[in-house]
């Protein structure tokens, strides 16, 4: 199965203060949104890995645009989200984000993504929110990177699309303050993991 974007759309957001107090480093939000026709659309269907193959493409694609949105920027958290339109399943979207899709953002990011990536999908009409949750890129337990994007595409998806979303971010949230493990702690420890 060949599946094909019918478009992409990148949101980039760079966020300076939060509570009146200026960041010492803004951090810089971006979200990748590649929409596709739904080849299972009305139907049901039991075995979806020809959905979970053909990811593997799309991935690629939406990662290179991802990371040139991103610039030089370190990558410390990700998350990622499928809208599926009416005359679908939330499973197509499912298939469609497993590790296969992620890896060519792991590829891209680096070798500290180690954590699993936190996801949502869902049905909806054209022009619904998302909230895509999003982890630190190393360990899950970092609280100060819990965070996510809300999203909405205008016009997708219509009942026979599927839309695809990849988010990143530079740092935690601005004026995180609720203890526990680091970035840079969690990082250490992935890189010490990857030697033994």
């Known amino acids: 199965m060949q599946l094909r974007f019918l478009r992409i759309s990148v949101a980039v957001e760079d966020k300076f203060s939060e509570a009146g107090r200026v960041a010492d480093v803004a951090i810089r939000k971006a979200a990748v949104i590649g929409v596709l026709k739904n080849p299972f659309v009305g139907q049901y269907v039991d075995d979806l890995k020809p959905l979970i193959t053909a990811s593997a493409g799309l991935g690629d694609q939406l990662a290179a645009r991802l990371m040139e949105a991103i610039g030089a920027h370190e990558?410390?958290?990700?998350?990622?989200?499928?809208?599926?339109?009416?005359?679908?399943?939330?499973?197509?979207?499912?298939?469609?984000?497993?590790?296969?899709?992620?890896?060519?953002?792991?590829?891209?990011?680096?070798?500290?993504?180690?954590?699993?990536?936190?996801?949502?999908?869902?049905?909806?009409a054209p022009g619904t929110l998302i909230d895509v949750?999003?982890?630190?890129?190393?360990?899950?337990?970092?609280?100060?990177?819990?965070?996510?994007?809300?999203?909405?595409?205008?016009?997708a998806p219509m009942p026979n699309e599927i839309a695809l979303i990849f988010c990143v971010a530079t740092r935690g949230r601005l004026n995180a303050r609720v203890g526990g493990m680091t970035f840079g702690e969690s990082k250490a420890a992935t890189r010490s993991l990857r030697k033994i």
């Open 75 to 124: 990558v410390q958290s990700y998350g990622k989200g499928g809208l599926v339109g009416l005359g679908g399943e939330q499973e197509h979207a499912n298939a469609l984000l497993t590790t296969t899709f992620a890896t060519p953002f792991r590829d891209r990011i680096g070798p500290d993504c180690t954590a699993w990536i936190s996801s949502m999908t869902k049905v909806s």
């Open 133 to 155: 949750p999003m982890n630190a890129i190393t360990d899950v337990y970092v609280r100060s990177h819990y965070d996510g994007m809300s999203l909405v595409v205008p016009d």
